[in-house]
Every structure is written in structure tokens, then in C-alpha cells.
Nanobody, 115 residues
Framework: QVQLVESGGGLVQPGGSLRLSCAGSGSSFSIYVMGWYRQAPGKQRELVATITTDNKTNYRDSVKGRFTISRDNAKNTVYLQMNSLKPEDTAVYYC?????????WGQGTQVTVSS
């Protein structure tokens, strides 16, 4: 089991940027596909981006070209660089494994995009 702690969220104006971090403890990330997820109010949690063990990435269509997922296995940390943010990106963002098997979810980090 891995304990996940997300950070880096905040309030940002449309067009702004944020960099989210997800630090894990208890086990190494390095052998797992990792993903960022988000949940907006009243909506189901959705997958935003994934990164494989050899750094291949995949994104949902709505964030392609704006978000970048990366990982630092030495620090057991996954990042999400978010640029050109839009109000519809407002959500609580979480990280977890990218496949069907999940660790316990962390508390997430709130991202609010508003003028």
C-alpha cells in the first residue's frame, strides 16, 4: 500500500498555470503506471493523464496540448504541469495507479480556475 499526498493546487485565473505534485510513501512508484484524475462538483472522477514506467504519456482530449504529466522515480513523485487553464478544469485533482487496481485515494488538491 502507498500513501499519496497531492499538493500544488490553488486559485488561478483563466489562462494561468499550476504545477501539481503527488508524493508517495510506503512503496516505490517506479514499477507502476501512474495517473492523474480529477473530480468536479457533482461529477464522477475522471482520468486526466497517465504515464508508463518508460515515460510514455497519454491524455484525455480536453487537456491535450495544455497539460504535461511527468515522474521522478527517485523522489517517488508524479507531477502535472497545467497550462492555459480553463474554468472547466476546476476540480479536485488526485493521483493514483493508472490501471484498474488502485491504492487508497489521497485527499486531493483543489484547483479553481476563475476570474
Amino acid at each position: 500500500q502507498v500513501q499519496l499526498v497531492e499538493s500544488g493546487g490553488g486559485l488561478v485565473q483563466p489562462g494561468g498555470s499550476l504545477r501539481l505534485s503527488c508524493a508517495g510513501s510506503g512503496s516505490s512508484f517506479s514499477i507502476y503506471v501512474m495517473g492523474w484524475y480529477r473530480q468536479a462538483p457533482g461529477k464522477q472522477r475522471e482520468l486526466v493523464a497517465t504515464i508508463t514506467t518508460d515515460n510514455k504519456t497519454n491524455y484525455r482530449d480536453s487537456v491535450k496540448g495544455r497539460f504535461t504529466i511527468s515522474r521522478d522515480n527517485a523522489k517517488n513523485t508524479v507531477y502535472l504541469q497545467m497550462n492555459s487553464l480553463k474554468p472547466e478544469d476546476t476540480a479536485v485533482y488526485y493521483c493514483n495507479r493508472g490501471g484498474p487496481i488502485k491504492w487508497d485515494w489521497g485527499q486531493g488538491t483543489q484547483v479553481t480556475v476563475s476570474s
